[in-house]
């Protein structure tokens, strides 16, 4: 007999993950049981299973690094704070689902997917290796691939889903295969180790470096829509219910942009000439596609989709500073995106009435005339996602322009401020149908609390970080500091 | 030299059955070629004393997950006429970007650090060690979480294909279980006086 003695890791930096994985189950179970009347509950006990995991993670978030789970997890302030950004977004993603999935079947399994892929984006911005983030990564994938496709009947549902899974895949071999020439290479998995490895590598594996950053990186711009890995985006987008739309536009790209920061700064910081290079022109590519892509669209969400290309490619600057305002600055950006385009979300959510999707443009003609909070609401929004000042979306834009300056890149920010200009009138578009069109379809709004609740808390939440944003930028700040 | 020679017979059955996969026209034929490929992968670990390793993977893939590829294949009625439609307008430039990966790749490949010299032979493992027991030593103890998480996204995968397929008709008549039980024979039969 061979005796294996097990010692038992740390469990304690993994609460929230084990308390949210519990809870994904448990609902998956507990909604069969469920009278059909009381569907809705499962949507409460996930918006309170967001809610717990925020405050265990705030309750073990402490200034330094701890290692758990033999160097498989880690828990630092950076992390701490993307899984809060994380859970505000799952959490507005189920606060959007309750009226828009009420009558889809299988609601139950719906919210347990939600989870199920929090999990997965919580494990991708704790991951100190390789294995942590390509799990992590292919937990959130798969619950979005299935999201995504969720209302089956729908035929450009099932498009966007069999797309984006496809796509996905092909990305997801991308990383690996970049996995692998690092390994090859370094013979390590950690992140650190690899790092010091590449550091100290000789001439003769440039080549092999080389290589893998590049599939390694490409792999890494699939999942957040960085141009020209951004092909799934809009139809993904445009396909998936609405709710989804909005969750995937919040969360993935947390937790991508996590990872983004980690391997940069953890892994590949010896080849920084290179990939610098590399991640300039795929941003100025990026903001290309995404803000002159949007002028033609029609319909609003897959407006919003080249909108979150554009504003990941503006975000990128962070990256490509590669100092700690920089990526401080794709944190604010973040955080600040976060409120802005659920908000957005929101209002086109209220807009599905009878018969009609609400999405077209011309859908939100003469909305000021007949509901004028919900329009003064969008129009912040749109002000904000187009950066207007004073408003949270300028702070966010300003931070990360003001890094990538610094870090001597003055046209790289010229180039982002030209291409913000641009995104400027597609926005101001939307509210030149809200305020100055006549209606073309009547209005008629369900009224729901929480939705009102929710474009109201995300509307002040724009409006304060536009006036005050000293505060967040210091606690993304702080955030970072262990990183660099 | 034997060590060497069936190394290089695996490894090039491999690559012809990895070409054979993506070149032959019938898909039935690409998942046969599929399997051979394994089957030569499989040897490969057990050059590399990771006997349990490429028994999993005959056990696994070549016994139960092509099975499910061939099913799949064979109740899939492929269109190859469409499939092959726009090969011409995309060749050019799919071919480009395959052309220059190609010598990306090979010269990543043949760069010093992947030499005979830069990587040495790691040896045979002793004979009272037994990769079995050194798998199930560090499976469940360094490598817990993420067994655990690989666990989770199968159990995603599992509810995720349910609720894509899984159609409640209502049109379709099902069995009620409870009911059928729970019958009297007094419902069904009547007696009548002649």
Known sequence: ?484 | MLELGFFYMFAGLAVMAALGVVMSRNTVHSVMFLIFCFFNAAGLFFLLDAEFIGILLILIYVGAVMVLFMFVVMMLEVNFAGLREGFLRYLPIGGMIALVLFIEIVAAGSSGIFSPEGMPDPGHAAQHVNNTVEIGKVLYTRYLLGFEVAAIILLVALIGSVVLTLRVRKDAKYQNISRQVNVDPADRLRKVKM
């Not at chain 1, 405050?55 to 200034?63: G, I, M, R, V, Y």
């Not at chain 1, 939100?364 to 187009?386: K, Q, T």
């Not at chain 1, 005050?468 to 990183?483: E, V, Y």
Request: proline share 4%; aromatic share 14%.
């Open chain 1, 1 to 484: 007999m061979t005796q294996v003695t097990f010692p038992l890791p740390d469990v304690i930096p993994l609460i929230p993950e084990m308390f949210v994985a519990v809870m994904a189950m448990a609902i998956l179970l507990w909604d069969l049981f469920l009278p059909k009347e009381r569907k809705q509950w499962s949507a409460y006990a996930a918006m309170a299973t967001c809610a717990v995991a925020a405050a265990l993670t705030l309750k073990l978030a402490s200034p330094d690094s701890v290692n758990a789970f033999y160097g498989f997890f880690i828990l630092d302030p950076f992390a701490s704070y993307a899984k809060l950004l994380i859970y505000a977004g799952t959490f507005f993603g189920i606060v959007l689902s309750l009226d828009y999935m009420k009558d889809e079947p299988n609601t139950g399994e719906y919210y347990s997917l939600m989870l199920f892929g929090t999990l997965g984006m919580m494990l991708m911005t704790s991951a100190p290796n390789f294995v942590t983030l390509y799990l992590g990564l292919e937990l959130m994938a798969l619950c979005t691939y299935v999201l995504v496709g969720y209302q089956r009947d729908v035929l450009r549902s099932s498009e966007a889903a069999l797309k984006y899974f496809i796509l996905g895949s092909l990305a997801s071999g991308f990383l690996l295969y970049g996995i692998s020439f690092i390994y090859g290479v370094t013979g390590t998995f950690d992140f650190a180790k690899a790092g010091i490895g590449i550091a100290h590598a000789g001439a003769d594996a440039h080549m092999a470096l080389m290589l893998g950053m590049v599939f390694l990186l490409a792999g890494m711009c699939f999942k957040v829509s960085i141009a020209p890995f951004h092909m799934w985006t809009p139809d993904a987008y445009e396909g998936a219910p609405t709710p989804i739309t909005a969750f995937m536009s919040i969360g993935p790209k947390v937790a991508g942009l996590v990872i983004f920061i980690r391997v940069l700064a953890d892994v590949l910081p010896a080849l920084q000439v290179d990939y610098t290079t590399i991640l300039t022109w795929l941003a100025v590519l990026t903001m290309a596609v995404g803000n002159l892509a949007a002028i033609a669209q029609r319909n609003i969400k897959r407006m919003l989709a080249y909108s979150t290309i554009g504003h990941i490619g503006f975000a990128m600057l962070g990256l490509i500073a590669a100092n700690a305002d920089g990526y401080a600055g794709v944190l604010v950006y973040l955080t600040v995106y976060l409120f802005m385009n659920m908000g957005a979300f929101a209002i086109i959510i209220l807009m599905r009435r009878e018969g009609i999707q609400g999405e077209l443009l011309d859908d939100f003609a003469g909305l000021s005339r007949v509901r004028p909070g919900y329009a003064l609401a969008m129009g912040l929004f749109l002000f904000s996602l187009a950066g207007i000042p004073f408003l949270g979306g300028f702070w966010a834009k300003y931070v990360v322009f003001i890094a990538v300056v610094e870090a001597g890149h003055l046209y790289l920010a010229l180039t982002a401020l030209l291409f913000s200009a641009v995104g400027a009138f597609y926005y101001l578009r939307v509210i030149k149908y809200i305020y100055f069109d006549e209606e073309r379809v009547a209005f008629d709004f369900a009224e729901s609390r929480l939705m009102q609740a929710t474009v109201a808390v995300t509307a002040i939440a724009v409006v304060a970080l536009g006036l005050f944003p000293g505060p967040m930028i210091d606690i993304c700040k702080a955030a970072i500091s262990n990183i660099i």
